[in-house]
Nanobody, 124 residues
Framework: QLQLVESGGGLVQPGGSLRLSCAASGRTLDDYAIGWFRQAPGKEREGLSSISQIDGSTYYADSVKGRFTISRDNAKNTVYLQMNSLKPEDTAVYYC?????????????????WGQGTQVTVSL
């Protein structure tokens, strides 16, 4: 059974960067598309980005396009989310999730296995 664990969150100043990791265990990530999501207090979970398991195609929400980059290292069974130019409104718990369907969507309903989340706080 696939399990996902996020890491790399923390406190960062506005304009700073963080790299989140999503490490998989139990199964290889080769067959899975991976998505990154976030949820701020009182808000719905928001899809940010996804990466295909077929050809590595990547997809981004408008809110993070040009600032966040998703990548995968199948040899390490890990997917990353590089986050640059962070803003206070990026503060949230960040989750990764997997799907056996293609990675062309980062709709919450598209994904079935979720990690426990990692907190990202952007503040002075």
């Amino acid at each position: 059974q696939l399990q996902l664990v996020e890491s790399g969150g923390g406190l960062v100043q506005p304009g700073g960067s963080l790299r989140l990791s999503c490490a998989a265990s139990g199964r290889t990530l080769d067959d899975y598309a991976i998505g990154w999501f976030r949820q701020a207090p009182g808000k719905e979970r928001e899809g940010l980005s996804s990466i295909s398991q077929i050809d590595g195609s990547t997809y981004y929400a408008d809110s993070v396009k040009g600032r966040f980059t998703i990548s995968r290292d199948n040899a390490k069974n890990t997917v990353y989310l590089q986050m640059n130019s962070l803003k206070p409104e990026d503060t949230a718990v960040y989750y990764c999730a997997s799907t056996l369907m293609d990675g062309s969507s980062f709709s919450v309903d598209w994904f079935s296995t979720w990690g426990q989340g990692t907190q990202v706080t952007v503040s002075l």
